[in-house]
């Protein structure tokens, strides 16, 4: 089983609250959901969509490049057996991989 954090700070996540090693944090079910969840989050930090995958931020038109829907995400998995979270569902997980995956690339416009 797996899960993926998107990378949007806290509330702005409209992921399901779960527990990552002690801390309490937002994940998805798919790199896809999390994919949705970090683009909705920069158009209401006012970016325009420019590309499939390529936002201009409001000011600057500097653009983002986010990674592809199918890698998006840094992911995770369960923990050892009979670790308990304090997320709603009961479980703690951890990185799939220590670092994880870079959510998003930027370059220059
Ligand atoms: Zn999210």
Redesign the pocket.
């Known amino acids: 089983m797996r899960r993926f954090l ?1 990378g ?1 700070p806290g509330d702005s ?3 399901t609250l779960l527990t990552v090693n002690k801390d309490g944090q ?3 079910a798919t790199p896809q959901e ?1 994919f949705a ?2 683009k909705m989050y920069l158009i209401r930090r006012g970016y325009k969509q420019v590309g499939a995958r390529e936002f201009a931020a409001p000011e600057s038109g500097q653009i983002t490049l986010l990674t592809r829907p199918s890698k998006f995400g840094t992911p995770l998995r369960l923990g050892k057996q009979g670790e308990a979270g304090t997320g709603i569902d009961g479980k703690r997980w951890t990185y799939l991989r220590k670092g994880g995956a870079g959510c998003i690339a930027e370059v220059a416009s």
């Open positions: 998107c949007v996540c409209t992921g937002r994940m998805h999390a969840c970090f």
